[in-house]
């Protein structure tokens, strides 16, 4: 049977989908037939109740970040009610448009916008019907408080949901439907609580890991003891202990499927595999040196401004150099995912927490074998991803797994598995040189870069369950977009930046947050310091005198005088141990602009480095919700922080070896500093990204502070008490010799 | 301590104990964390599975009025005792008033990890009502957060106990 459903009906069991336990499960046909998806359209977005509630289906999902209240607030401004009226749907691939994956920054910047454009179309069509309905002319009318009305308050007035029925608006996404003035603003920029906090922190909110479906089993897949090794049998005399466990075998993929959650563990512990011996990876200690030596897919100059060959050729200047090193790191998610899936014949629901529901859609079906419309994927709260982490391969491994036994199964990784096995920000090495400083000039300025070489047009991030059960799937490197801002942004009259392209990744790649940009800014802002400290300048001094953008001058500034900066040059004669830096971005060179100063005291003999205070000046544009942004800044801040001091990927030949907190350790709260977050709300800006500006300049303020402190200077990640010793050193040799 | 013959045995008739001021009684294996009962037996999953080790915290409930890491404790240790989980504080209409706190300050981004922290407040703020700023980063410490949220818990954890923000 496949009754289609009215459009009411659908409303409810969207909103139960986000927030009830036991769900409605309309199969994927029946939704896609009542509930039109397609981003031309207004209907597409929005929909009005006839009680005047308004559902807005939004591609880009709430992973913490905020978007939850903040898209809400865009599109209650542009339709002149209150958010409360307003049920947000997120992620479903059967009834949301698909406006990309939730990653770059680009919730509100893309996934907002063009909801508040909708939003700003409905407005328009509202005041159109009511001006029919009422015969006077639609430019004396306005909807406040969800009611079309005269602006001048007089004459009849009509709740606007009564003036669309039950088929919605039926008109295009209108991109030139004129938007409310700023200046008008009554919801945008408020600071408005985030709708699922309650729900959070009293045990309420259903995450992905939280759901359930009748009838559901528990799978648990067993990966290999090393990458890419083959399964070489399976012993199941030991799953005679327990009753109704089910083993599913595909080529390399395994794993066990039982009635409760405690049987699949233990029957996948008690499963005795043989794998095949196999050391397909080279180790962490030897990434650094493998990306010089290759094999290359090719290079490329990304930035090419003069003539920063000749410049740097002139054979009476000493050119500076130097290398700096970005390892591999994981997402280290709170929560190892979880996935939930119902494949059937002819469909295939799955719940995630994928930060890319419709772009992995047609993996699934490619990998499940069923069409692209018959699979539907709807997105649940995961534990905090930051990029890609291993949802979407716990995803495929229920779907798999569900695939096999003909009934809903539930996957929840282990830490091991998280750790283990969710895909990495990729290693970045970047040797720079620059003519040396001299009045506020620097003539040439090359960065080359060694970087895994994102496959051209890739999908998706390659699933793990796909390549094990050898199905077929497009393989290559997923990593963002890592070259941006490897060149300075200080008016430097001759600037190169190449990049070597590396064929592979030493650890499956895909994007973690600000990919490519916060390694680009630890190299370039350190290497602007450094050409500072040679010159005997002050680092901060130097970079207002050489920014052109007015709005970078402003952030440093703010920042900067946040602590109290008194210009001088670095590092600190008092060497009393403590030191401050200072470090810039503006965002992609085209988005967010972002200062960061931060106050660090080093420990000369244990090399140890102690943040004290952290000033962020912070400039995105339009901000839609200033507390739901301080807080998304604060994160990105501290997990900088921790990646920046902590945070290193180890494995040897075989796997990953830091599979917990204890090898793969993340910053506590003995050591959070003192942070304060400026905010430059610019109304009459584009709204912009908030969290990945915000983490980019982190690493270099913090080693240009260390430099400051101690004059030793860092240039590998994480900055180890044994790093910053190495470098003191180091730098006392080179006092010594003068 | 008693024998795995017995611990079964009395397996076999359910193992009682209180949770949220109910008295539960569940069967099956003994041995199995008290986060998979929780969770899947009784259906309160306001405890989260971190990692399993006792290492993170999200798994936190409270046992006789102590924060416990439920992943560490077995069904069989829980025989008896009274257990409080973050349904069992409050809800969203009454929440507690350390959960009252983190919605006040929006204390979570993710909120995974939320649950830790809110039982590792309500057992810090049992035993040292006022607490100062490293009382409440020591007690916590414990407690991982990959978004980054700790300042504003940290803020949570002063304002339940009703004293100024840091």
Redesign the interface.
């Known amino acids: 049977m496949t009754a289609v459903l009215s459009r009411r009906d659908l409303l409810r069991a969207g909103g139960a989908l986000v927030v009830g336990f036991a769900l409605p499960r309309p199969s994927p046909a029946q939704a896609a037939m009542a509930k039109t998806v397609d981003a031309t359209e207004l209907d597409g977005f929005l929909a009005i109740s006839p009680d005047g509630s308004v559902t807005v289906y939004c591609g880009k999902v709430d992973?913490?970040?905020?978007l939850r209240i903040a898209i809400p607030q865009m599109a209650a401004e542009e339709l002149g009610l209150g958010v409360e009226r307003i049920t947000l749907i997120e992620g479903d691939t059967a009834l949301t448009p698909d406006q990309g994956p939730t990653a770059g920054s680009t919730g509100i910047a893309k996934g907002g916008v063009q909801i508040r454009q909708a939003a700003a179309t409905a407005r328009q069509a509202l005041i159109r019907l009511a001006a029919a309905r009422f015969d006077v002319p639609e430019d004396g009318l306005d909807i406040v408080d969800g009611d079309v009305r005269s602006l001048s308050g007089e004459g009849p007035s009509l709740g606007i949901g009564d003036l669309v029925g039950e088929h919605g608006f039926g008109l295009k996404l209108d991109p030139k439907a004129p938007l409310r003035s700023p200046a008008s603003y009554k919801v945008v920029g408020k600071p408005l609580?985030?709708p699922?906090?309650?729900?959070?922190?009293?045990?309420?909110?259903?995450?992905v890991?939280?759901f359930r479906l009748p009838g559901m089993l528990h799978g648990k897949v067993i990966r290999p003891p090393a990458v890419g090794a083959s399964l070489l049998g399976v012993d199941e005399s030991a799953l005679k202990a327990f009753k109704g466990v089910r083993i599913v075998r595909i080529k390399d993929f395994l794993g066990v499927v039982a009635a409760?959650?405690?049987d699949a563990l233990r029957a996948a512990d008690a499963l005795k595999a043989t794998w095949s011996q196999t050391e397909n990876l080279i180790g962490h200690e030897a990434v650094r040196d493998a990306m010089k030596a290759g094999p290359f897919v090719g290079e490329d100059i990304v930035v090419s401004k003069g003539d920063a060959a000749t410049a740097l050729a002139d054979p009476d200047v000493a050119v500076l150099k130097a290398e700096y090193y970005w390892p591999v790191q994981s997402h280290?998610?709170?929560?190892?995912s979880c996935a939930v899936a119902d494949v059937k014949s002819d469909s295939a629901t799955l719940w995630t927490a994928s930060q890319a529901t419709h772009r992995f859609r047609p993996a699934y079906a490619a990998m499940l074998g069923l069409p692209v419309d018959m699979v539907r994927l709807i997105y649940l709260?995961?534990?905090?991803c930051?990029g890609m982490n291993g949802h979407d391969d716990a995803c495929a491994d229920a779907a798999l797994l569900s695939k096999a036994v003909g009934k809903p199964v539930r996957v929840?990784w282990?830490?091991e598995d998280e750790l283990g096995w969710d895909p990495k920000g990729p290693p970045q090495l970047l040797a720079l040189e620059a003519t040396p400083m001299e009045g506020g000039v620097v003539a040439g300025w090359r960065t080359e870069m060694w970087l895994p070489k994102a496959t051209a047009g890739l999908p998706n991030v390659p699933l793990l369950a796909a390549q094990a059960a050898g199905i077929d799937q497009p393989m290559g490197l997923v990593t963002g977009l890592i070259t941006q801002n490897g060149d300075p942004p200080y008016g430097v009259a001759a600037v190169q930046v190449k990049v070597n392209w590396l064929a592979d990744a030493p650890l499956r790649p895909s994007n973690i947050r600000a990919p490519g940009k916060i390694a680009n800014s630890f190299a370039v802002e350190g290497f602007f310091d450094e050409l500072c400290n040679q010159a005997k300048v002050d680092g901060l001094i130097t970079r207002l005198q050489m920014l052109k953008d007015l709005r970078g001058i402003i952030v440093l500034s703010r920042a900067a005088s946040l602590i109290g900066w008194k210009p001088r040059p670095s590092p600190n004669p008092e060497s009393d141990g403590v030191g401050r830096g200072v470090a810039y971005v503006h965002y992609k060179h085209s988005e967010t602009y972002v200062a960061v100063a931060m106050e660090v005291s080093v420990d000369r003999d244990s090399g140890k480095v102690a943040v004290r205070r952290v000033a962020c000046a912070h400039d995105c544009g339009l901000v839609i919700n200033p507390?739901?942004l301080r807080?998304?800044i604060?994160?990105?801040?501290?997990?900088t922080l921790?990646r920046t001091l902590l945070e290193e990927v180890t494995f040897d030949t075989k796997a990953v070896t830091s599979t917990?907190?204890?090898s793969y350790p993340?910053l506590?709260?003995?050591d959070?500093p003192d942070?304060t977050v400026d905010l430059i709300n610019q109304p009459n800006q584009p709204p912009m990204g908030g969290g990945e500006a915000a983490a980019t300049p982190i690493p270099a303020a913090l080693a240009n502070a260390i430099f400051d402190a101690c004059g030793a200077r860092v240039r590998t990640v994480p900055i180890t008490p044994e790093r910053v010793k190495a470098a003191l050193a180091e730098a006392d040799a080179k006092d010594k010799l003068g | 301590m008693p024998t795995k013959a017995a611990v079964n045995k009395k397996a076999a008739a359910g193992i009682a104990l209180a949770v949220n001021g109910q008295k539960r009684t569940v069967a099956g294996d003994p041995n199995r964390p008290l986060l998979y009962v929780l969770r899947n037996d009784l259906g309160l999953t306001g405890a989260k599975f971190g990692c399993g080790k006792g290492q993170c915290g999200a798994c936190s409930v409270l046992m006789n009025n102590e924060a416990v890491r439920s992943c560490q404790v077995t069904l069989a240790q829980a025989a008896g005792k009274s257990i409080t989980t973050l349904e069992g504080l409050g809800d969203i209409k009454t929440p507690h008033p350390v959960q009252a706190a983190f919605i006040a300050e929006q204390a979570a981004q993710c909120g995974y990890c939320a649950n830790g922290m809110v039982m590792a407040t309500v057992a810090l703020l049992a035993r040292t009502p006022e607490p100062s700023l490293d009382e409440a980063k020591q007690a916590l410490a414990g407690n991982l957060c990959r978004c980054g949220t700790h300042r504003r818990i940290l803020r949570a954890v002063m304002r339940a106990s009703g004293r100024a923000q840091p």
Do not use: C
């Open positions: 992973l913490g970040q905020g609580p985030r699922d906090v309650p729900a959070k922190v009293t045990g309420r909110h259903t995450y890991h939280d409760s959650e405690w280290a998610s709170m929560g190892p709260d995961g534990s905090g930051y929840q282990s830490r507390d739901a807080l998304q604060e994160g990105a801040i501290i997990q921790s917990d907190w204890a993340i506590g709260f003995a959070i942070i």
